[in-house]
């Protein structure tokens, strides 16, 4: 299905004015006929005064047909036009239009709320009431070609490393081809958050949530360092493009996706706390050992450079010892005075 453009449409007022010039001069010509009835003389006058009647009358009945195809687009906005079930054109565009009054607008999607702009702002739909007491709900079918945001719910997803993680996802779309949009699924709305889901899902179990070793992310068969922790984005832009590869039928444009929820599903996440919180503890502890050898080494180098004590071998080693405590304890040290000999 090909979008087709309706662009010599834009003269709703021009009809709008003629219309209503035609309606006054059909009440007029009721009015005249009428009179022109009353005192017709001949055959002649008879037949005028009828015919201005007749025609003025039935105008009136029918005169307001031409109203029905006058449509209001604001900027951005857009409406999809069959005839009898044949897709005649689409409306873009800012303006006052007149299109056939037989053609209706098409939208599919004009129902669906999802947790997205535009949808969270639009106002309730009027409930128009009839005479035999049926409520008419009042739809509008225009479609928007603003950039939307669509804010799909988290998912409980399994990474590679079968851990369950909790993920959401923003994604930045507009309408690129109404007709696509609206002809070629049946709610591109609903189609567009089922294929977030699932790109989504296809993407993040491609990936752990934090860096471990021996985990290929590219498909290269190497190993990397790739995370959706630390890879935020690079995983959005390989989500927007299975995304985008998934919606282009449905004339639909994804700009942007961004990852708005990341963590350890709830299950799981005090184990993986403790995890966390050993691993920075180890890394501390690495860095402790390692600035107290460099310590014991220098004072050792000082005390034989400047030849202030003489140590054997195995005083070296006890004052390693007690050194290492001492900067690798967690506590402070009790200093211990020895006012004897020190040996």
Do not use: H
Not at 90 to 105: L, R, S, W
Not at 228 to 256: F, H, K, P, W, Y
Not at 297 to 323: F, G, I, T, W, Y
């Amino acid at each position: 299905m090909q979008e087709k453009i309706l662009s010599t449409k834009k003269n709703g007022m021009l009809v709008l004015i003629l219309s209503i010039l035609l309606y006054i001069a059909a009440i007029v010509g009721v009015i005249v006929g009428g009179i022109m009835l009353d005192s017709a003389v001949g055959d002649a006058n008879l037949l005028l005064a009828t015919v201005v009647f007749a025609v003025s009358l039935v105008y009136l009945f029918v005169g307001w047909l031409p109203w029905l195809g006058l449509k209001i687009l604001k900027p951005q906005e857009a409406l999809v036009l069959t005839l009898f079930g044949k897709y005649v054109g689409t409306v873009k565009g800012d303006g006052f239009y007149f299109v056939n009054p037989f053609c209706t607008a098409v939208n599919p999607a004009a129902k669906t709320k999802l947790n997205q702009s535009g949808d969270v702002a639009t106002p309730a739909p009027a409930l128009r009431q009839t005479a035999n007491g049926v409520k008419i709900e009042a739809v509008d079918k225009r479609l928007s070609l603003k950039v939307m945001t669509l804010n799909n719910t988290k998912q409980k997803i399994n990474d590679c490393l079968g851990n369950p993680i909790e993920i959401g996802i923003a994604v930045t779309w507009r309408i690129v081809d109404t007709a696509k949009a609206v002809f070629n699924v049946d709610n591109y709305k609903e189609y567009l958050s089922l294929q977030c889901d699932s790109a989504l899902r296809n993407i993040v179990r491609l990936y752990p949530y934090d860096v471990a070793p021996n985990v290929d992310t590219t498909g290269d068969g190497v190993a990397d360092d790739g995370s959706l922790r630390g890879s935020s984005e690079v995983v959005a832009n390989r989500i927007r493009d299975e995304i985008q590869a998934r919606v282009e039928s449905a004339g639909i444009e994804i700009l942007e996706a961004r990852i708005t929820n990341l963590a350890y599903a709830t299950e799981i996440a005090a184990v993986m706390l403790q995890r966390q919180q050993a691993s920075a503890i180890i890394d501390a502890r690495r860095m402790i050992v390692d600035g107290a050898v460099g310590m014991v080494e220098m004072a050792l180098e000082k005390l034989s450079e400047k030849e202030l004590v003489q140590l054997d071998e195995e005083r070296k080693a006890a004052m390693v010892s007690n050194l290492l405590v001492v900067l690798c304890g967690n506590r402070d040290a009790q200093p211990v005075v020895n006012s004897g000999s020190l040996y």
